[in-house]
């Protein structure tokens, strides 16, 4: 990886790091996670707000997850939530699903997310790792239509099952798209 | 025939009871051979004389919305089923459409019993991507209310708890005192349920001498009411046959289901996100965290109400050293201005507008924030791309993801077993169902 760019960022976390222990103990979980999983597993780090952001690909989250809940330095026992998310201008990653991990222990939150084509929204199930997991990957699907291999029992939870779409995604807005009393013509937006 | 009802034998009853409920009155031959070739009880299977019950949706011992299909040999529950979404709202795709400041009555509609906690959460989630800093008085004023919010919520679920036991006088007790909670809402924000209290930055007004005299007077009333009320229950022979060893869950156990609240300080898991992660300055405060043991039915009850008295030593402490200064954030592009500024003077009339048009542009970021709510980690996950609405907004529920556990927590109970978990774990069909 010869890219300067890259190496100025890093010297520049380094040296944030040094100042702030949020920052410091984000570092260090990074390293763990580099060392556990490969540096390549991960791209797009980030701290916004202190919370540790790191992106993956599908095929390895859950390796990760399951990795993190044995790990015994990490110790990322808990599973805050899920969501799925969407952005329908980024090709091929329109869906993604962001997954928030605490360990208690240590009292640190880490932050995964996973992008995927809205074509083949497959993922594989955590609700084998967290028995928490189960409602929030139907609920996932409910919402996104995020298709989750080995889930026990994929089927909607919130809205009703002859529901034929999956309604937050962003292709539906929330306002009947007929009334003329609702757009901002004069706001520009 | 025993059946010895565990995890790995639920799929299968599960999808015979979805089966019987599809009109398949069926065992199918994969079912059988999951079982080891053992036959799986069905509804019309009468050499079992298994019984299937429709426990809700409207049933009025479940205190909310939601349908619990159970397999009951005799009193017993073999399995169960729930159906939850009977009063979702769609507030995540809402709320992808609205202003900050209109978000805040989506967020009283989630746990109605303790809606201020959900306001100031939200609140303090849109004040950390803005970079906002509340004063001291204001956080001191929310920590109050919040705590205020705690003592309802713990009130209404244990009282109501006591009324699933047959025991219907602590109820009515402690509802008086709820009343005052509401009337203390009322002289803070003018509205009692929803309360759509504060704003994004602060409290939209000081506490009234009216108020702090309100909740002076009930500081000096409610410990007395409070000692009846556990006075009735806490070692009372009847209660405590009901409750003991009911619905118990492994420390383990519960941190997998993703539990968080009273709820899993009951199963002797010490996390509570106001220590672990301090926001609106619950680290000036002295409190202790009540954990319970066996995770049972008793221990949740005795953890509420440990909880009580602990917030109420907080308020105490935050009432006696509430500091002078403004109650909400010099942050005029984001606080609503008061009326009299708004008519006498130009800049406020401007971000009065702005403002109420939605016309105030949040940077661009993702934050969660998280507030220990009445019955656990009660989160929001924000992502704004710099618009006037968010872009996602997640809320983490706790009750939607602790519900999960109900099903297998019942399986092996008695049907009024399984009322008393229900109650005791506190799931607010409101905040279930978003």
């Keep these: 990886m010869a890219d300067p760019t890259k190496e100025e960022s890093t010297a520049a976390q380094e040296t944030a790091a040094a100042q702030d222990p949020t920052a410091q103990q984000n570092a260090q979980i990074l390293a763990l996670l580099h060392s556990l999983f490969g540096e390549s597993t991960f791209s797009d780090v980030s701290e916004p707000y202190g919370l540790l952001t790191v992106t993956t690909k599908r095929e390895h989250i859950h390796g990760i997850v399951a990795g993190l809940q044995q790990d015994e330095t990490l110790k990322f026992h ?27 222990v240590h009292n640190v939150r880490l932050r995964i997310k996973i992008f995927f084509p809205v074509a083949d929204p497959v993922v594989p199930t955590l609700s084998d790792i967290y028995a928490a997991a189960n409602w929030m990957e139907r609920e996932a699907y409910d919402f996104y239509g995020v298709i989750f291999t080995g889930h026990p029992n994929l089927r909607r939870i919130l809205n009703v099952d002859d529901m034929d779409y999956f309604p937050m995604r962003k292709q539906y807005p929330v306002e009947d798209g007929t009334r003329e009393d609702k ?6 937006r | ?191 009692r349920l929803t309360t759509n209290m504060g704003r994004v930055g602060g409290m939209e007004r000081d506490l009234t001498p009216v108020a702090i005299d309100k909740l002076r007077t009930w500081l000096k009333e409610f410990p007395t009411v409070m000692k009846e009320f556990e006075a009735m229950f806490n070692r009372n022979r009847i209660f405590m046959d009901r409750v003991v060893n009911v619905g118990p869950i492994t420390a383990e156990k519960a941190l997998n289901y993703g539990f968080t609240g009273p709820n899993l300080r009951a199963a002797g898991v010490d996390y509570d996100v106001r220590v672990m992660n301090p926001y609106s300055s619950y680290e000036d405060f002295e409190f202790d965290i009540p954990v319970g043991t066996n995770g049972d039915t008793y221990d949740r009850f005795m953890v509420r109400n440990e909880e009580i008295w602990q917030s109420l030593r907080i308020i105490n402490q935050a009432l006696d050293r509430l500091p002078d200064g403004p109650f909400h954030a010099d942050a005029p592009h984001y606080y609503l201005p008061t009326k009299e500024a708004v008519y006498k003077n130009m800049e406020a ?24 709510g009445g019955n656990g980690e009660l989160g929001f996950y924000l992502v704004s791309d710099g618009g006037r609405t968010p872009y996602r907004l997640h809320f983490r529920r706790p009750c939607f993801i602790y519900y999960q556990a109900y099903s297998e927590m019942v399986v092996g109970t008695s049907l009024s077993d399984a009322i008393v978990i229900l109650s005791s774990m506190n799931v607010i069909a409101g905040e279930l169902d978003a």
């Design chain 1, 78 to 104: 808990f599973l805050t939530t899920m969501c799925g998310i969407n952005y329908p201008e980024n090709l091929n990653q329109e869906l993604g699903m962001i997954y928030h991990l605490h360990s208690l």
């Design chain 2, 1 to 191: 025939m025993h059946y010895a009802p565990s995890t790995e034998h639920q799929a299968p009853i599960q999808m015979a009871v979805n089966d019987a409920l599809a009109g398949t009155h069926k065992i199918t031959e994969e079912a059988r051979e999951q079982q080891g070739g053992q036959l799986v009880p069905t509804l019309n299977d009468f050499s079992q004389e298994l019984t299937t019950l429709n426990l809700g949706p409207t049933h009025p011992a479940t205190h909310g919305i939601f349908q619990n299909i159970l397999q009951m040999d005799g009193e017993r529950i073999i399995s169960g089923v729930p159906t939850i979404g009977y009063i979702h709202r769609a507030f995540e795709k809402i709320a992808e459409r609205r202003p900050f400041y209109q978000i805040t009555p989506l967020t009283d509609r989630m746990n109605y019993c303790s809606s201020p906690i959900n306001n100031m959460g939200w609140h303090m989630t849109v004040e950390k991507l803005l970079g906002v800093t509340v004063p001291k008085r204001a956080q001191y004023i929310r920590v109050i209310m919040m705590e205020l919010a705690r003592i309802a919520d713990h009130l209404i679920c244990n009282s109501i708890l006591g009324v699933d036991t047959g025991a219907f006088t602590g109820f009515l007790y402690v509802f008086q005192e709820r009343e005052k909670i509401y009337e203390i809402y009322e002289e803070v924000c003018g509205s």
């Design chain 1, 183 to 188: 757009t901002d013509l004069f706001f520009g």
């Design chain 2, 349 to 372: 009339l401007i971000y009065h507008f702005k403002i109420i048009m939605g016309e105030i542009d949040a940077p661009v970021g993702e934050v969660y924030h998280s507030v220990e």
